[in-house]
């Protein structure tokens, strides 16, 4: 099984602090990775998280809140200091793209690769990427602005080919891959084998959502549904309600909410408001929901 990997590089809200950096992250999976949000300071993170510039073809940007995009732009101009040729594909909301445009024509006009751009309707759940391992999805979010979340899907791989099975019935190599996409034996003497008794039932995939920055959204919940790790932002405590709700943004209790009604493996809940030097009022709030509930802290390294 391929390593499914998170690494979270900032987790804090609004602006940059002695304690956080601002929202990003990297999911790796098949030595390709996809950053998620690009805040001040990312490329830093990158370099302190080790993490290769070489292998990010795809960055997602969930809204234009100035904490989840503004190191973008330095972070393209680092990678044609460091003689990137090949495209780095951005997916934003469609109100990224002039802005995004105006800044590559002005302060990165010799960029040796190609910036393209992908538009997103933050307001519908959609395949918005595939490649050979990966399917990413946008997840509507409810914020001051158009926001969606992603949901990281692996690719489902073929069946498990049954070896005795192959061997019994003398199936030749040169089939095997259409085994193990589902396809049946015939014998010799006309006898059909069922693909069932050739091969076993392919490894479940693996998932990851990204949920930040939103308010309680009960409508994220079926799309949710058993995913293995739930990043979901968690910015205020319970006596701070009326705030997350004038900001549109969740509480800690909120976020475990929606971790438990979907039913997902882990919960890790981070864009934390600068009030909190300490968390773990808000991972307590959340524990009383969903006791599979975690910090996200800068250099956290989590397999999916």
């Known amino acids: 099984m391929n390593p499914f990997e998170l690494t979270i590089l900032g987790c804090g809200s609004a602006t940059p602090t002695p304690h956080h950096f601002c ?10 990775s996809y950053m998620v949000d690009c805040g001040e300071g990312t490329q830093y993170q990158m370099r302190r998280c080790h993490i290769g510039f070489q292998n990010l073809g795809h960055v997602f940007i969930s809204h234009l809140h100035g904490d989840h995009w503004f190191g973008l732009i330095g972070m393209i101009s680092s990678f044609a200091l460091l003689g990137r040729t090949y495209a780095l594909h ?6 990224l793209q002039s802005t995004l445009n105006h800044l590559l024509q002005n302060y990165c006009s010799d960029t040796p690769f190609e910036v393209v751009f ?3 309707d933050t307001s519908v759940h959609a395949l918005i990427h595939e490649d050979s391992t990966m399917k990413v999805y946008s997840l509507p979010l409810v914020h001051g602005v158009p926001t969606c ?11 498990h080919i049954v070896r005795s099975a192959i061997d019994f019935y003398n199936i030749p190599t040169w089939v095997l891959n259409g085994i193990r996409e589902g396809d049946d034996w015939t014998t010799d003497d ?5 693909n069932s008794r050739l091969t076993t039932p392919p490894t479940p995939t693996r ?22 790790l739930l990043y979901h932002e968690a910015t205020y405590a319970d006596d701070m309600q009326s705030r997350a709700e004038l900001y549109k943004h969740s509480t800690a209790r909120e976020a475990a909410t929606i971790a438990r009604d979907a039913g997902v493996g882990r919960l890790v809940i981070g864009h934390f408001s600068q009030r909190y ?24 390294f989590l397999r999916i």
């Open 277 to 300: 030097n300490d968390e773990s009022v808000l991972l307590n709030e959340a524990k009383q929901v969903f006791e599979d509930t975690i910090l996200a802290s800068e250099g956290l």
């Open 118 to 120: 992908h538009a997103i």
């Open 23 to 32: 929202a990003s992250q990297v999911v790796t999976l098949c030595g390709k």
């Open 207 to 228: 998932a990851f959502a990204y949920c930040s920055d939103t308010a309680f959204n009960p409508d994220l919940v079926p799309l949710l549904r058993g995913v293995d």
């Open 90 to 95: 951005v997916h934003a909301p469609v109100q």
């Open 149 to 159: 979340g992603f949901l990281f899907r692996e690719r489902e791989g073929g069946r």
């Open 190 to 194: 006309g006898t059909v084998v069922p």
